[in-house]
């Protein structure tokens, strides 16, 4: 069982940065696949970005490649998400989620992660 509380939304304008944090509970933190997702108001949520394998494999959502980059700190129990050049339609709740391989789902599909957050509010200006 894992627990996630994200953290370090707000509003930015434009052109900005935000760095986002998800707090983990449990000693089994490091061995758990971590995923964003994000869902702006009218839409279905969407994949941002994911890192498995004790980090050494990485998938980014196209809308978000080469402006986000996801990490983590497993001493801290912990998982990042920075975010730059942020625009007006990166605007959404972001939700981190934990997950284990197995029942055949990807790392990039919601199937894949039983543990969510709570979601965090990002709101970008123009």
């Known amino acids: 069982q894992v627990q996630l509380v994200e953290s370090g939304g707000g509003l930015v304008q434009a052109g900005g940065s935000l760095r986002l944090s998800c707090a983990a509970s449990g000693r089994t933190f490091p061995t758990y696949a971590m995923g964003w997702f994000r869902q702006a108001p009218g839409k279905e949520r969407e994949f941002v970005t994911a890192l498995i394998w004790r980090g050494t494999t990485t998938y980014y959502g196209d809308s978000v490649k080469g402006r986000f980059t996801i990490s983590r700190d497993n001493a801290k129990n912990t998982l990042y998400l920075q975010m730059n050049s942020l625009k007006p339609e990166d605007t959404a709740v972001y939700y981190c989620?934990?997950?284990?391989?197995?029942?055949?789902?990807?790392?990039?599909?919601?199937?894949?992660?039983?543990?969510w957050g709570q979601g965090t509010q990002v709101t970008v200006s123009s």
């Open positions: 989620a934990a997950g284990r391989p197995g029942g055949g789902y990807y790392p990039t599909t919601e199937p894949y992660y039983p543990y």
